[in-house]
């Protein structure tokens, strides 16, 4: 072997040493973790589940319907108490973890998703300006 070979062998356990002390003090990138041995590349952590797929998926939807729901009504509370959670709900409904419909709002149920376009305000038509109990509407636009 050459001495540029072994040279480059050297420097090579010197960065895998490096890289394991950068690990055990915990200052080391999850791509370091997993190329020099801090981390395995499967996740073993979570188990495989016992139910049948569709049921998993359900189960999994509920889970984050429920905590949708507290999360929408800790922050109503907060509303109701003086703080400033509208921030906040604002922040649900945009990542669409809540929507509204008018005024009320509520929180999203991953299963049953709203339509598109659910929280549009409906457009106005002329008639909405136009006052229909003054006499030139009937005398005009009695016909439309």
């Not at 072997?1 to 002390?21: C, D, E, H, N």
């Not at 359900?58 to 889970?63: A, P, Q």
């Not at 999360?71 to 906040?88: F, L, S, Y």
């Not at 409904?93 to 305000?121: E, H, L, Q, V, W």
């Amino acid at each position: 072997m050459s001495i540029f070979g072994l040279a480059k062998k050297g420097f090579g356990r010197a960065v895998k040493a490096y890289k394991q002390k950068k690990i055990a003090s915990g200052k080391s990138t999850r791509s370091e973790r997993i190329k020099y041995g801090g981390r395995s590349p499967d996740i073993k952590s979570v188990k495989p589940t016992k139910l049948s797929k569709e049921r998993s998926i359900t189960k999994g939807k509920d889970h984050f319907y429920l905590k949708n729901i507290h999360e929408m009504n800790k922050h109503k509370a907060a509303v109701h108490a003086g703080e400033k959670a509208k921030k906040k709900i604002q922040r649900m409904k945009d990542t669409k973890r809540a929507y509204s419909i008018g005024k009320y709002d509520a929180p999203a149920d991953p299963s049953n998703p709203p339509k598109k376009g659910y929280d549009k305000p409906k457009k106005k038509s002329w008639k909405d300006h136009v006052d229909t109990s003054h006499p030139s509407y009937k005398k005009n636009y009695e016909n439309f």
